[in-house]
């Protein structure tokens, strides 16, 4: 015979509230490290390290999960391409002085510049695209590797916070320094022995932002509360 | 010189010309399509809320694409 009447189980509510209490407690965790660290979330437009992103999500990335750090490669890296479109830009000045479309009609030479144009705008583009999609995403659980390699070919590298065994920075020459940036290398006891940061701002908060995780881990497989 | 070409093979050197113009704007547009494509990708993979802003230059960079390739038909 089917029940009339079903009581609600107190045990669902308990393990909601369960739940709720290690979110807030995980949210007061991660409130921590930013205190500690004692940097303020990034609200700008383009740039290469954004601490607490806000409206930034991955492919990945679970509801429960929140990312601390978003790095891409200092914007520094960018100039060699830069100086490079300036001087594609005023390529076509020198035609001016060595007249080698001289005896293509004017309608030939007003494509061709227009044409070289178009390839300047696609070399910026893609160069563009590499630098803002291949990012290094650290959350409360885990870094991912982002890389687009090239425009067919995606790689996504991804590590627990507790498989960490071993950070490293290094931040060598004058430019590094100068602009402060370097490489920052995870040692894992996964399966991918090896992640790399390449060329990330404030090497040394990323380390630090890693270490104090990896505590927090640490914390939460003493307590038992790991998810 | 061309003009001796002309009359010697018969044909349009400028319109030969023309073609391999006709062929490389033909092959920046499936370029500019598939940044178009791999834009969507990326903004799949890591979604922010600047990627329409992104996407936007994507399809206005093919928009521009197809311009160039209407002008070229027009006064090559």
Avoid: C
Wanted: charge should be positive.
């Amino acid at each position: 015979m089917p029940d009339i009447y079903v009581a609600p189980s107190r045990k669902k509510k308990k393990t909601i509230k369960k739940e709720f209490s290690l979110k807030t407690r995980r949210n007061k965790e991660i409130k921590k490290i930013v205190d500690e660290l004692g940097e303020k979330r990034t609200k700008k437009l383009f740039t290469s390290f954004i601490f607490l992103p806000k409206n930034i999500t991955f492919e990945t990335q679970e509801s429960e999960e929140k990312i601390i750090l978003l790095l891409r490669k200092h914007f520094i890296t960018n100039v060699s391409w830069i100086l490079i479109t300036i001087l594609m830009i005023f390529a076509p000045l020198i035609l001016r002085w060595i007249p080698l479309l001289e005896f293509f009609p004017w309608r030939f030479k007003f494509m061709t510049i227009i044409m070289w144009y178009l390839m300047t705008t696609a070399f910026v583009f893609e160069k563009f695209l590499s630098w803002y999609f291949n990012v290094f995403i650290i959350t409360d659980e885990r870094i991912v590797d982002v890389d687009f390699v090239s425009l067919a070919y995606k790689e996504i590298t991804e590590t627990k916070i507790d498989k960490i065994q071993d950070i490293t920075f290094t931040m060598g020459g004058a430019v590094r320094s100068l602009f402060n940036y370097g490489d920052v290398f995870v040692q894992t006891a996964g399966q991918i022995p090896r992640v790399e940061f390449e060329d990330v701002a404030k090497p040394d908060k990323v380390a630090k932002i890693l270490n104090q995780l990896i505590l927090q881990e640490e914390q939460e497989k003493i307590e038992k509360r790991v998810r | 010189m061309i003009n001796f070409i002309e009359n010697f093979l018969g044909f349009s050197v400028w319109g030969i010309v023309k073609l391999f113009f006709m062929l490389a704007i033909v092959l920046y547009i499936i370029f500019a399509v598939v940044i178009v494509r791999q834009v969507k990708l990326m903004g799949q993979t890591i979604s922010d809320k600047n990627n329409y802003l992104i996407s936007l230059i994507a399809w206005l960079h093919l928009a521009i694409a197809l311009f160039v390739f209407l002008l070229a038909w027009i006064i090559l």
